[in-house]
């Protein structure tokens, strides 16, 4: 089975504070995806990667960048923390010539 | 990515069949119908997809319309554990684009 963890499921920072979500998969998937999911909106696409390396702006990338330097692990970070990012990041994996996106179980972040 | 329309929530009794509807009218020849759903505090998790043809596998089965502007979920035998909400998602077969997910259908499962 295909398994995606994510570091933390739920975190706790403050106003200012530089946040680091970390993703692994264990499946060697070429495409990587941070969404974040808000009551009311949906899950709204933040980055994705296509290689390591690599790394293509989503929907809402605005305060946030991204790291891929190995293939398995795919780092969201907020640069300074603020609380309109508080919400749940889901992130995703998936081979490249398949289209099914696998999810991991979330971290739900809460920014004081 | 064409938009999809589902009730926003359904009963069914444990046992049954949950059949879950979704309108995508404006789908186009080359997009996908995807279902993914979500239980509580979880990660979304892949159900099935097709393109025109009707698809089966462990989990569901999915009916899609002769037109291909609706399709619909069949959970044949809902348990407790598919109370969750279910997004139905129609998309081109492209490489690493995003997947759109709306408000979805919220399922309960009652005992």
């Known amino acids: 089975d295909v398994k995606v963890t994510q570091s933390s499921r739920y975190l706790v920072k403050r106003t200012g504070e530089k946040v680091f979500l970390e993703c692994v998969q264990d499946?060697?998937?070429?495409?990587m995806f941070w969404y974040r999911q808000d009551p009311g909106l949906g899950l709204r696409l933040i980055y994705f990667?296509?290689?390591?390396?690599?790394?293509e702006k989503g929907d809402i990338p605005e305060g946030y960048s991204v790291s891929r330097e190995k293939k398995e692990r795919f780092s969201l970070i907020l640069e300074s923390a603020s609380t309109n990012q508080t919400s749940m990041y889901l992130c995703a994996s998936s081979p490249s010539e398949d289209n099914e996106q696998f999810f991991g179980p979330g971290t739900r972040l809460t920014v004081l | 990515d064409a938009k999809t329309t589902q009730p926003p929530s359904m009963d069914c009794a444990e046992g049954r069949a949950a059949n879950l509807p979704c309108n995508h009218s404006?789908?186009?020849?080359?997009?996908?119908v995807y279902w993914y759903r979500q239980i509580h505090s979880q990660g979304p998790q892949y159900i099935i997809h097709?393109?025109?043809n009707n698809e089966t596998n462990e989990m569901a089965s999915l009916i899609i319309t002769e037109d291909r502007k609706s399709s619909t979920l069949i959970l044949p035998h809902a348990t407790l554990r598919d109370t969750a909400v279910y997004y139905c998602?129609?998309?081109?077969?492209?490489?690493?684009?995003?997947?759109?997910f709306g408000p979805g259908t919220r399922l309960s499962v009652l005992p």
């Open positions: 404006t789908i186009s020849g080359n997009e996908y």
């Open positions: 097709g393109l025109k």
């Open positions: 499946m060697d998937h070429e495409n």
């Open positions: 998602i129609v998309r081109v077969w492209n490489y690493g684009q995003n997947f759109v």
């Open positions: 990667s296509y290689d390591v390396k690599m790394k």
